[in-house]
């Protein structure tokens, strides 16, 4: 059974930072990509941004390109979703996932078979 647990989800003011982490743990399959997905009130999950566990590949939406990156820590077993120059439309509660076969489909929340619990970002004007 693979758990993601999620963190560093909070209030920021427009500008800031965050760092979110995803930590994974109970693998016993490989975690070919991890993703990361939002929900704000009201609206469909949206895709945020994807990395390869391995390999370095990235993939990001259109609407956060330039302000995030996803960092890995090998070592804990951790991906992180680090957002700068934060929006309001960021708000959301964010979710990381993983999937632990290789699809091309990054994008899709079909795609996962993982979820983590979910963390509430708040981003004030």
């Known amino acids: 059974q693979v758990q993601l647990v999620e963190s560093g989800g909070g209030s920021v003011q427009a500008g800031g930072s965050l760092r979110l982490s995803c930590a994974a743990s109970g693998r016993s399959f490989i975690m070919y990509t991890m993703g990361w997905f939002r929900q704000a009130p009201g609206k469909e999950r949206e895709f945020v941004a994807a990395?390869?566990?391995?390999?370095?590949?990235?993939y990001y939406a259109d609407s956060v390109k330039g302000r995030v990156t996803v960092p890995r820590d090998n070592a804990k077993n951790t991906v992180y979703l680090q957002m700068n120059s934060l929006k309001p439309e960021d708000t959301a509660v964010y979710y990381c996932a993983a999937d632990i076969h290789y699809t091309g489909t990054y994008y899709s929340a079909r795609s996962y078979d993982y979820w983590g619990q979910g963390t509430q970002v708040t981003v004030s004007s």
């Open positions: 990395a390869r566990w391995s390999g370095g590949t990235t």
